[in-house]
């Protein structure tokens, strides 16, 4: 007995390969309250300081930008050490 003949889906193959695709290569859903990005990588932004205060940080040479990142994590309270009031920061502050 021969096979009767398959019914067409109405699908073009075409298109349920694509959604196919789509679904295998999707990232994973974030969890709530994660932000995208890898844990410990920079982030490249653009920040407007006083003159005064990218001196301070500039005055003692290379590695200006890591002193800023440490007062800045110091003061959210963020990797070791207590947070410091924003009006408290100043040199007496650094370790």
């Not at 990218?54 to 070791?80: C, H, M, N, T, Y």
């Given at each position: 007995m021969a096979e009767p003949p398959?019914?067409?889906?109405?699908?073009d193959p075409r298109d349920a390969?694509?959604?196919?695709?789509?679904?295998?290569?999707?990232?994973?859903?974030?969890?709530?309250g994660k932000k995208g990005g890898?844990?410990?990588?920079?982030?490249?932004?653009?920040l407007r300081?006083?003159?005064e205060v990218l001196e301070f940080?500039?005055?003692?040479?290379?590695?200006?930008?890591?002193?800023?990142?440490d007062s800045l994590r110091q003061a959210a309270g963020?990797?070791?050490g207590e947070a410091?009031?924003?009006e408290n920061l100043n040199?007496?502050?650094d370790k």
């Amino acid at each position: 007995m021969a096979e009767p003949p398959r019914r067409r889906t109405g699908r073009d193959p075409r298109d349920a390969a694509e959604a196919a695709f789509r679904k295998a290569t999707a990232p994973p859903p974030l969890a709530p309250g994660k932000k995208g990005g890898l844990p410990g990588v920079k982030e490249q932004v653009t920040l407007r300081i006083d003159q005064e205060v990218l001196e301070f940080f500039q005055k003692d040479g290379p590695g200006w930008q890591e002193r800023i990142v440490d007062s800045l994590r110091q003061a959210a309270g963020l990797g070791g050490g207590e947070a410091i009031a924003v009006e408290n920061l100043n040199a007496s502050n650094d370790k």
